[in-house]
């Protein structure tokens, strides 16, 4: 059988010769590293700071093949993200692989392809692994899990800081928001929307790194995916004695986003993000944080959206571009099912 | 809607209140330390070692209960185990769930407590999470990935030692083999067979790391998980210039196993195991490690079941009870999937 024609098979799963090969010839020629090499079931690493950062994620995402995306750079973006707004610079990720029996392999080399070329791109290293298969049914084609491990300079270290939050504070952003969510819902669906959505899906540690190694006033970082920017800021403002305020016209959305929300009734507020970061920091500095984040590709519509308020405590209120105000809560139904 | 009613919704996964909700009264309720309460998307850790070990592993089996266990005790013992014969002391790990809607929230109860119980016998702090939910039909029940990170004491360290296997070095085990793949099996297809078989899943962290601590001649572990002793002794040998060898007599079987095994057509030694380790280390030092394991509750039965030969470089040969010799190759069909 061709390559192209070559389909998973549950002896693909099985911890036999055959995995064996799917593992020598797919897995480690892309991911190749030194580490990898080791092919032990776990991976011996050097551990250099007194403090690291460990996180998780799986991806369920529906469809695999999305605009600006797939299943692979995704799981590499999303993990690389999570370590980096804790303030952590990325360095090792595991990759585990749920996969359908019957899955084409010319999709999985696809997605492995994609998966070490974001890692490359991010300066992340692939340590370690799993590959399982189920029968075909079992699970909706692949599901990939990674997890990461990041180094923590001390004097960049932000947990913590969420203490320093303070009225007057502002709130910003990288660029237009609910490209990820949209992009998905369009894939997913066939909308055929004119103005084409692309996901924002990118790995983000450069740019905070740059913030963060030129600024010092920065007090909370978030990704905001699943439940977007409204869920990131009504979890900061939680039990909290300030609120945040933010301003409908500031909000950086663009006009493919702004149509299908407006054609659809999604509020793109509460749409997924997998390549934006909400940053907290004291107003002083922000002009530089800004200068900083537009000079990156991956900020150059960098805004300021709203500000830290002593009013109305635990809430998240937004300013219409009408003039009237209205309270962003945080989520409770799912319209967007599976969008990582 | 009674507790016992209840199931799982796809907004338990939506990043939103519900989802949060669930985290906070079943999940941190188990699980809760002091690092798992940063509640951030990647978790703070101390490191005081120059190295760590690092793995990941995702659970599928099916069913999701079985005797001896359940997919939550499966989920920490395996990556435990992963950790543990790496050389490593096992300290922390994530977990992440792929839950199909409409899941019993009791079950999911049930095994979050078992995840919980058997993370506090073996030593191991769960850190981090992720909660993943997908439409009915797209995941079968339950998946869980853990990963795990492990403290690196550079004097035990086993990587590398494995240059250091010469003929005369003996095979150990901690006990009778192929358990966990016939509990599963009979748990599976009901085939009620009289002799019960209970899965061996346990943590072996505390037994290896008893034997490291007093013994310095151990050069090679490994678990013998998917694909049984045999695959693991064929990695093993692999290119190598040595073989081995194994005596059919000495091979611990229980009577239920046994007794499936032939009936069923399977050969115990490419049976799956979750509680056993496969030890290679200089036959000086054997007796004291045999007297170390037995003494504890995972290692009564331990037992030598073979040694590194000259003969046959590469390959694994059998010598059965009846006086022949038979080549144990490596898995390639999959007889048994979705025992891990």
């Given at each position: 059988m061709s390559r192209n024609e070559e389909k998973i098979l549950l002896s693909h799963g099985n911890g036999g010769r055959i995995m064996h090969e799917l593992i020598t010839n797919l897995f480690f020629m892309h991911f190749g590293n030194r580490f990898l090499k080791q092919q032990s079931d776990s991976v011996i690493l050097p551990s250099d700071s007194d403090e690291i950062a460990f996180t998780t994620d799986s991806f369920v995402i529906d469809p695999l093949f999305f605009p600006g995306g797939d299943i692979g750079k995704l799981a590499v973006c999303g993990t690389v993200n999570d370590l980096s707004v804790s303030g952590a610079e990325p360095l090792f990720i595991s990759v585990s692989f749920i996969i359908e029996e019957g899955f084409p392999m010319k999709d999985l080399v696809t997605i492995v392809k994609s998966l070490a070329d974001e890692a490359k791109k991010a300066g992340v290293l692939i340590v370690t692994g799993d590959t399982k298969v189920v029968n075909k049914g079992k699970c909706d084609k692949l599901f990939i899990n990674t997890s990461g491990i990041g180094r923590i300079n001390k004097a960049k270290r932000l947990a913590g800081k969420i203490r320093s939050i303070r009225p007057g504070d502002l709130i910003l952003i990288n660029g237009p928001i609910g490209e990820h969510g949209m992009a998905v819902m369009n894939a997913r669906e066939s909308?055929?929307?004119?103005?084409?959505?692309?996901?924002?899906?990118?790995?983000?540690?450069?740019?905070?790194?740059?913030?963060?190694?030129?600024?010092?006033?920065?007090?909370?970082?978030?990704?905001?995916?699943?439940?977007?920017?409204?869920?990131?800021?009504?979890e900061l403002t939680g039990t909290k004695k300030f609120g945040i305020s933010i301003?409908?016209?500031?909000?950086?959305?663009?006009?493919?986003?702004?149509?299908?929300?407006?054609?659809?009734?999604?509020?793109?507020?509460?749409?997924?993000?997998e390549g934006?970061?909400?940053?907290?920091?004291?107003?002083?500095?922000?002009?530089?944080?800004?200068?900083?984040?537009?000079?990156?590709?991956?900020?150059?519509?960098?805004?300021?959206?709203?500000?830290?308020?002593?009013?109305?405590?635990?809430?998240?209120?937004?300013?219409t571009e009408t003039g009237g105000k209205r309270i962003i809560d945080s989520l409770t139904g799912d319209p967007l099912p599976r969008i990582c």
């Open positions: 909308f055929n929307f004119k103005t084409p959505v692309k996901s924002d899906c990118a790995c983000l540690n450069h740019l905070i790194r740059e913030v963060l190694d030129h600024t010092t006033s920065v007090k909370f970082m978030r990704d905001p995916t699943r439940g977007g920017v409204a869920t990131v800021l009504n301003d409908e016209p500031d909000l950086p959305v663009g006009k493919g986003v702004r149509a299908m929300c407006e054609l659809l009734g999604f509020d793109p507020l509460y749409v997924a993000n934006k970061v909400v940053i907290v920091a004291a107003e002083k500095e922000c002009g530089r944080i800004l200068e900083i984040m537009k000079k990156n590709e991956l900020g150059k519509q960098s805004a300021v959206i709203g500000k830290v308020v002593s009013d109305h405590p635990g809430k998240v209120v937004l300013k």
